[in-house]
């Protein structure tokens, strides 16, 4: 009864907090166009390779268990000349097998360096101090566009001696900075001679009317055009020069978006629940009571006598309790605002798990304005 009165105080405390902070947060607030949206043709590329890890501690790939590392190597042996007799059985312990992965930004030109993360794709214990080998970096079309090497760094730590580990964070990945070299640029098309194309990053009529009135009175009318609620024909201008600066000016623009709609996302592994600003309910009227099943099994031995012949015998004896909360008739008053919301719900006195279930009830009874959406 203790813990239950504390996990309802912790609530309590909890949607208090959140209640204040609603009450001090502004009605709306400006953001810059940049945070809204992002111009068509300017995005990033992801990046992977295969590569060999060596100067590893003893800590490496075992190689009877893993047979592409043996395999690599040997391939890598023989473009450097060295040639393996066949059959031959290399016990190594400082070599592992890693994938490596970067992203390529937008406008990267050949000889700019990038990151790269390491992560062990074998059984290495370990790849700490290890050294990358020249690994080509690839795209999703099979080409080349950078080659990564380099010593990596592992933000954890560990030793083990007779059976006992101890270990801080990973240490079969890791990051190396600035560890890869562009080899080839993707080209960036900032839409055609006289028009470029914003896409909000969240579809929205109203957010991109605001947009297009925002641009249209820095630079005049008829410069923006909203084509869905997504997407906002720009004219810009047709030398580099003059677009560099005015994509600049533009992405600075400040713009008010328009409200959300209203959402309510549950997390059902957790129990975790979060509402937007724009949540309402309606008067209902709700009883909630806690149900709980309590299943205590003990075995009995049953020893026979002496001289009996008979053997013994080991028995399940099961005690089951169920107990139910009382759950009273409460009454959650019509809200025009999140802070109503949460002082109408915080009047159940239900833990985050049950409020799942009451926020169901509750649209399923046409009393909670908003969408349920379970991640």
Known sequence: MQHADRSRGGIAMLCGLLLCAVQLAPAAHAERLKE????????????????????????????????????????MLSQLGISMAPGTNMQLKNVAAVMVTATLPSFARPGQNIDVTVSSMGNAKS???????????????????????????????????????????????????????????????????????????????GTAQKAVDAINRSFGPGTANALDARVIQVNAPSQPEARVGF????????????????????????????????????????????????????????QPGPLSGGSTVVAQTSQIQLNQAGGA???????????????????????????????????????????????
């Open 36 to 75: 809204l949206a992002s111009i068509q043709g300017v995005r990033d590329n992801p990046l992977i390779g295969y590569g060999l890890m060596v100067g590893l501690d003893g800590s490496g790939d075992q190689t009877m268990q893993t047979p592409f590392t043996t395999q690599t190597l040997n391939n």
């Open 329 to 375: 008739l409460q009454v959650v008053k019509n809200g025009a605002s999140l802070a109503d919301v949460v002082k109408g719900l915080n009047t159940l006195g239900a833990n985050p798990q049950d409020l799942v279930s009451i926020l169901q009830a509750m649209k399923a009874a046409g009393a909670l304005r908003a969408e349920l959406e379970i991640i």
């Open 247 to 302: 994509l600049a000016r533009m992405e600075n623009l400040d713009i008010t978006p328009a409200q959300a709609v209203a959402r309510v996302v549950i997390n059902a592994r957790t129990g975790s629940v979060v509402m937007n600003q724009t949540v309402r309910i309606l008067d209902c009227a709700v009883a909630h009571g806690n149900l709980s099943v309590v299943i205590n099994t003990q075995p009995v031995i049953s």
């Open 127 to 205: 790849l700490r101090g290890g050294t990358l080998l020249m690994t080509p970096l690839k795209g999703a079309d099979g080409m080349v566009y950078a080659i990564a090497q380099g010593n990596m760094v592992v933000g954890g730590a560990g030793a083990s001696a007779n059976g006992s580990k101890v270990q801080i964070n990973q240490l079969s990945s890791g990051r190396i900075p600035a560890g890869a070299i562009v080899e080839r640029a993707v080209s960036s098309p900032l839409g055609d001679a006289n028009t470029l194309t914003l896409e909000l990053n969240t579809s929205d009529f």
